[in-house]
């Protein structure tokens, strides 16, 4: 369904932020703090597993949404569980 | 009954904020009430054999802005939330309330609806019949858009207020009695200042529930603001709705020190329940809910100016109400019902029709009960408006709420001038 293209990951990743949290895509940058910086909290951090599951059809562990800090830390994520990911 | 010259704290109002189907602000409801106008329209939309729905006509609350609310407050709302937040929003700077003087716990939240978020639950059910799977449409925020106190505790994170939440979930007395515990909990002395209302949100779902009653209106789809019809011979049920009313009720003394404005004085209230039946309403029980509330008032049938009625337009509860009245205050007391202008707005209703008596003793006039032009003979007889409205003194009111299983709710109000 999605291409392991690192890019475009990176592109469906920030859509899905845009969408989710209503974000301008340029506030989304590899270093952003996903709380510091995009003011998320503990909330926006379960729908963001949910939506990836629904959208990726992977189901990160606990412990891998602990580490999330970073978008850089999302795109790593998801790149990691590629091999679970349908190619397009 | 309480001696009036015994020492209690009095409750003063005094912020209102209203969306309802005659606009988004206080201002709009007075200004389409004191032109008798109606917020009833058609739907078309419920067209839809899907949906089975017989009536064809709502009091929908149109093009207010979503996005004015920040998403972080945004996410955990449905509609009937963000309805109460905004209506909240403007009687908190109607009020001239500080943040300072807000987020105290002496400040807390009475607020109700009939239900939570029905939107979000029938999204949540589409998702569902579409996949089967049971976790399919839940993420992080469905319970607390769906949970019976959405509204107080959305408004409570909205502004900061930390004192106590009471959830008055008690169908279209929810606002009513919502209000009515605000002022107790003033006149109580353990807050000093109450927010206080209810919202509802419409969806087929809310509509299905009274047409399967036969409690809606189905004959007046060629003319939609010829109903609902309260009193009238000729009437044949509920319009539903939708808004949300918010009232600020301060301690009497505090709000004339900090200098606010102050619309009126809430002086009695009182609750109660028919047990009898869920749906038909007891003369008895409505009639002891208005002694009580008068009796709080510590005033008597004969000092009340205006009566302004739950009457939302069935037979049933109609001809219970005015029974009731005629038993209490005779024939002679004014009685109007503003159902015929906005519908039945539920757990709204009780709260933006007490915001319409605000507009009565601003302007010493009575408003008319809309759409009532022949009263109906099987029923109380009491003193009805009925036309234009009528020049009067407005000083002391009494405002009904009655709800499915069988609950009472009335308020005693008296204008600043006369307390």
Partial sequence: MYSNNPEMIRAEVNKIFVDLFELDEQ????????????????????????????????????????????MADIYSLVERYMPQLKSS | MMDRSEKRIRVAITGIGILSPLGLSKADLLAGVRANRSGIRLMPEWENPSLGINTRV?????????QSIDRKLRRTMSRVAMLSMLATREAIADSGLSQAELQTERSGISYGSSFGGTSTIEDYFRGYQRNGV????????????????????????????????????????????????????????????????????????????????????????????????????????????????????????????????????????????????????????????????????????????????????????????????????GTETPVSSMKGHVGHLMGAAG???????????????????????????????????????EPARVGTIVKNSFAFGGVNASLVIRSIKDA
Avoid at chain 2, 58 to 66: G, P, R, T
Avoid at chain 2, 246 to 263: P, V
């Fill in chain 2, 134 to 329: 049971l976790s399919e449409g839940v993420v992080s925020t469905t319970f607390l858009k769906v949970m019976p106190h959405t509204c107080a505790a959305n408004i409570a994170i909205s502004f900061g207020i930390p004192g106590r939440i009471v959830a008055s979930c008690v169908a279209c007395a929810s606002s009513t009695q919502a209000i009515g515990y605000g002022y107790e909990a003033i006149k109580l002395g353990v807050a000093d200042r109450m927010i206080c209302g209810g919202a509802e949100e419409l969806t087929p779902t809310v509509a299905a529930i009274f047409d399967v009653l036969n409690a809606t209106s189905t004959s007046f789809h060629a003319n939609p603001q010829s109903t609902p019809r309260p009193f009238d011979a000729s009437r044949d049920g509920i319009v539903v709705g939708e808004g949300a009313g918010t009232f600020i009720l301060e301690n009497l003394e505090l709000a004339r020190a900090r200098g606010a404005k102050i619309y009126a004085e809430v002086c009695g209230f009182y609750t109660n329940n028919d047990a009898t039946h869920m749906t038909n309403p007891s003369v008895e029980g409505l009639s002891t809910c208005m002694q009580g509330a008068l009796d709080d008032a510590c005033l008597k049938p004969e000092q009340i100016d205006y009566i302004n009625a739950h009457a939302a337009g069935t037979a049933a509860g109609d001809r219970a109400e005015s029974l009731a009245i005629a038993n209490i205050f």
């Fill in chain 2, 351 to 389: 709260a933006i029709e007490l915001a319409a008596c605000m507009g009565m003793i601003e302007d010493q006039l009575l408003y008319p009960t809309l759409n009532l032009q022949n009263a109906s003979p099987d029923q109380g007889d009491i003193r009805h408006l009925i036309g234009q409205a």
């Fill in chain 1, 27 to 70: 506030q989304l940058q590899p270093e952003s703090h996903l709380f510091n910086d995009l003011g998320l909290d503990s909330l926006d951090a379960i729908d963001m597993a949910i939506r990836f599951q629904r959208e990726f059809q992977v189901k990160p562990s606990g412990e891998d949404i602990k580490n999330v800090q970073t």
């Fill in chain 2, 58 to 66: 709502a009091a929908i609350v149109s093009d207010f802005s979503e």
